[in-house]
């Protein structure tokens, strides 16, 4: 499975992506990972899914469907992945949307930015 991961203590992403092992530990850092502190990082898996513009789409990004400007923070929930509203108005108690098929993401959908970094360029 492919994950991004995010360092709370540089506040940026670590590289493109990476691939972790069965028992939880990236393949290919460039640094000795004996000497981290998992605490320190945010792993954050691919969906499996792409937005309209073909980018992959990690937990932790934030979708908008650009015909309405609304938006959702992705988020992993009940054993599989789905979005929960960010737009104002929204309410709390609408609870989780669940992606069903990659159709429903290609159209009109954009990765326009992440929890961590707010918006892409």
């Given at each position: 499975m492919?994950?991004?991961?995010?360092?709370?203590?540089?506040?940026c992403?670590?590289?493109?992506?990476?691939?972790?092992?069965?028992d939880?530990?990236?393949l290919?850092?460039?640094?000795?990972?004996?000497?981290?502190?998992?605490?320190?990082?945010?792993?954050?898996?691919?969906?499996?899914?792409?937005?309209?513009g073909?980018?992959?789409?990690?937990?932790?990004?934030?979708?908008?469907?650009?015909?309405?400007?609304?938006?959702?923070?992705?988020?992993?929930?009940?054993?599989?992945?789905?979005?929960?509203?960010?737009?104002?108005?929204?309410?709390?108690?609408?609870?989780?949307?669940?992606?069903?098929?990659?159709?429903?993401?290609?159209?009109?959908?954009?990765?326009?930015?992440?929890?961590?970094?707010?918006?892409?360029?």
């Amino acid at each position: 499975m492919n994950y991004r991961v995010f360092s709370k203590t540089h506040n940026c992403y670590l590289g493109e992506e990476f691939v972790l092992t069965q028992d939880g530990k990236p393949l290919h850092l460039e640094f000795p990972t004996d000497k981290l502190d998992p605490r320190d990082f945010i792993v954050e898996p691919f969906t499996g899914f792409y937005d309209s513009g073909g980018r992959k789409i990690f937990v932790g990004d934030i979708l908008t469907l650009k015909c309405f400007e609304l938006s959702y923070k992705v988020v992993w929930n009940q054993d599989r992945f789905g979005m929960v509203p960010l737009y104002e108005g929204s309410h709390p108690l609408l609870g989780v949307y669940h992606f069903s098929t990659q159709k429903d993401l290609s159209v009109g959908w954009s990765v326009t930015g992440n929890i961590h970094e707010k918006s892409i360029s």
